[in-house]
């Protein structure tokens, strides 16, 4: 008995210029996708803690979002993996990294954010709607992005809000869901509600028990949630 067909995802390698350098990246879809929903750039979390776009989240939800119909690019930050760029300096930056959770021009990456959201978005048609998706550290690159383009929904996969200052979120008008741990460290309860009460556009906060900071083991539940989320508000 012949089995039954399967809507494989294709993972395509490219590359992408920002600036001077030359940034590697993974752009999935499904195979033959009856209707391409739209385009998703996913940001990973801070290179010198490991950040790239092999992180279990990344490219689990990546993955999962292309198999629902959503073309999506991950990609590594300059210097990171085969980017093009400064490389990252660990033993240079780790100690002032550990004490202030900071290295210097780390917030410049949102350049490469808006860099793969240039590529992505006319390969899957500029009519379709752009969903701009951060993890960690990538979170706090979107306001940034947000400046120069329009996304139809951000997706905030636990901003670590004591690291980072989260207050331009204030100014993106697009609908957001932020998706965090009840355990995340990076988390208190009382600034992030503070916070995302905070937020003008159209929101959705969910919390559950989801292995700390890292979603290890979680990957489909956070696909699930996210593809319900686009789905209400797709342009």
Same mark, same amino acid.
């Given at each position: 008995?012949?089995?039954?067909?399967?809507?494989?995802?294709?993972?395509?390698? #490219?590359?992408?210029?920002?600036?001077?350098?030359?940034?590697?990246?993974?752009?999935?879809?499904?195979?033959?996708?009856?209707?391409?929903?739209? +385009?998703?750039?996913?940001?990973?979390? !801070?290179?010198?803690?490991?950040?790239?776009?092999?992180?279990?989240?990344?490219?689990? #939800?990546?993955?999962?979002?292309?198999?629902?119909?959503? +073309?999506?690019? /991950?990609?590594?930050?300059?210097g990171?993996?085969?980017?093009?760029?400064? /490389? #990252?300096?660990? *033993?240079?930056?780790?100690?002032?990294?550990?004490?202030?959770? !900071?290295?210097?021009?780390?917030?410049?990456?949102?350049?490469d954010?808006?860099?793969?959201v240039?590529?992505l978005?006319?390969?899957?048609?500029?009519? /379709? *709607?752009?969903v701009?998706?951060?993890?960690?550290?990538?979170? +706090?690159?979107?306001?940034?992005?947000?400046?120069?383009?329009? *996304?139809?929904?951000? #997706?905030?996969?636990? *901003?670590?809000?004591?690291?980072?200052?989260?207050?331009?979120?204030?100014?993106?008008?697009?609908?957001l869901?932020?998706?965090?741990?009840?355990?995340?460290?990076?988390?208190?309860?009382?600034?992030?509600?503070?916070?995302?009460?905070?937020?003008?556009?159209?929101?959705?906060?969910?919390? +559950?028990?989801?292995?700390? !900071?890292?979603? /290890?083991?979680?990957?489909?539940?956070?696909?699930?949630?996210?593809?319900?989320?686009?789905?209400? !508000?797709?342009?």
């Amino acid at each position: 008995m012949p089995l039954p067909d399967v809507n494989r995802t294709v993972i395509e390698s #490219v590359q992408f210029s920002a600036g001077p350098h030359l940034l590697e990246g993974e752009l999935a879809y499904a195979e033959e996708p009856s209707d391409l929903l739209g +385009a998703v750039v996913l940001a990973c979390s !801070h290179p010198m803690l490991g950040g790239n776009m092999h992180n279990n989240v990344i490219r689990g #939800v990546g993955d999962g979002l292309a198999d629902r119909g959503w +073309a999506t690019l /991950r990609f590594n930050y300059r210097g990171v993996g085969r980017s093009e760029g400064p /490389r #990252v300096d660990v *033993p240079r930056h780790m100690a002032e990294f550990w004490r202030t959770s !900071h290295v210097p021009s780390e917030m410049d990456l949102w350049q490469d954010v808006q860099a793969a959201v240039s590529f992505l978005h006319p390969v899957v048609g500029t009519n /379709r *709607p752009l969903v701009l998706l951060g993890y960690s550290f990538g979170c +706090a690159l979107l306001p940034s992005a947000c400046r120069s383009v329009l *996304p139809a929904a951000v #997706v905030l996969i636990a *901003p670590p809000l004591s690291k980072h200052d989260y207050m331009d979120f204030t100014t993106v008008q697009s609908p957001l869901l932020a998706i965090v741990s009840d355990n995340d460290f990076t988390l208190e309860p009382e600034p992030l509600r503070d916070w995302f009460d905070r937020l003008p556009a159209s929101k959705q906060l969910v919390q +559950a028990s989801l292995d700390n !900071h890292f979603f /290890r083991g979680h990957e489909q539940w956070l696909v699930e949630k996210i593809a319900a989320f686009l789905l209400e !508000h797709r342009a």
